[in-house]
């Protein structure tokens, strides 16, 4: 079952999102779940990235090294 929400935005995010929605011919609200969709999965990348790097067990290897691993 959907929920609703609802939110404040300043004057020039309402009307850029109002823009947005009247060029891709969407509603807002389908903008704002897609861009929340986005923000979930780029925090997850996010997340695992920052934890992998406070991992002192985790290996860092150089771009070089990559490549060579990857037979690019």
């Known amino acids: 079952m959907p929920h609703?929400?609802?939110l404040r935005l300043k004057d020039?995010?309402?009307e850029k999102?109002?823009?947005l929605s009247k060029e891709l011919d969407r509603s807002k609200s389908y903008i704002v779940k897609k861009a929340l969709n986005q923000y979930f999965e780029n925090y997850a990348d996010y997340q695992i990235?920052?934890?992998r790097l406070k991992d002192k067990?985790?290996?860092i290897i150089?771009?070089?090294d990559m490549r060579s691993r990857l037979g690019l």
Request: proline residues 0%; charged residues 35%; hydrophobic residues 40%.
């Open 62 to 64: 150089s771009a070089e």
């Open 57 to 59: 067990d985790d290996k």
């Open 4 to 6: 609703t929400i609802s």
């Open 12 to 14: 020039g995010a309402f």
């Open 49 to 51: 990235a920052l934890d």
């Open 17 to 19: 999102l109002g823009e």
